[in-house]
Structures are given as C-alpha cells and as structure tokens.
C-alpha cells in the first residue's frame, strides 16, 4: 500500500501563486508516475499535471506556461508550482501515483485526501 499525503492549499487572489506538495509513504518504491488531479465544484476530477520518476512531464493545456510539475524521487514527493492562478484554477487538487504512467493518467492507482485551491477573483 503507498499513502499519498497532500498539502500547500488555501485561499489566494487571482495572479497569485501557491505551492503543493505530496509525499508518498508506505510501499512507495513501486512508484513511476505521479500526478495532480483536480476537481472543481459541478464538474468532473480532470488531469493537471504528471511526471515520471525520469522527469518526463504532461501538462493540462489549461495549465501550461503557468504550472510546473516537479519531483524529489529520493523521498518520493511531488511538487505543483501554480503561478499565474486564475479562478478557474478553484477546486480539489489531488495527488495520484502508481507504478504505470497510464493509469495516473486515467485516474486510477493511490489517492490522496485532496487540499482545496481557492482563487478569488
């Protein structure tokens, strides 16, 4: 089993910028991809962002220019840099991981609790 424990969320006006962060624990070493998810109120859980233990990044078109994805392998702890935050950014961002790079994509393998992203406008 791997825990994924998320944090870095909160409330911030729009052209501001927060930092997520998500550490995974547990039988951790199995761990290819991780990735952020999020979720925003009436819509469904899209894909933000992924990167594999060999830095390779995938980047929501919504995102890029304005988020950057990055990893420690050694503790297994992803970061989402988001810059530039615009309302639209508001929701649930979860963490994700798994040993397939396409299962991160299509939202399966271990979750976190999520940290709520607010963008006031």
């Known amino acids: 089993q791997v825990q994924l424990v998320e944090s870095g969320g909160g409330l911030v006006q729009a052209g501001g910028s927060l930092r997520l962060s998500c550490a995974a624990s547990?039988?951790?070493?199995?761990?290819?991809?991780m990735g952020w998810h999020r979720q925003a109120p009436g819509k469904q859980r899209e894909l933000v962002a992924i990167?594999?233990?060999?830095?390779?990044?995938v980047y929501a078109d919504s995102v890029k220019g304005r988020f950057t994805i990055s990893r420690v392998n050694a503790n297994n702890t992803v970061y989402l840099q988001m810059n530039s935050l615009k309302p639209e950014d508001t929701g649930v961002y979860y963490c994700?991981?798994?040993?397939?790079?396409?299962?991160?994509?299509?939202?399966?393998?271990?979750w976190g609790q999520g940290t709520q992203v607010t963008v006031s406008s």
């Open positions: 990167i594999t233990t060999g830095g390779r990044t």
């Open positions: 994700n991981a798994d040993s397939l790079v396409l299962n991160v994509v299509g939202g399966r393998g271990y």
């Open positions: 547990g039988s951790s070493s199995s761990i290819d991809a």
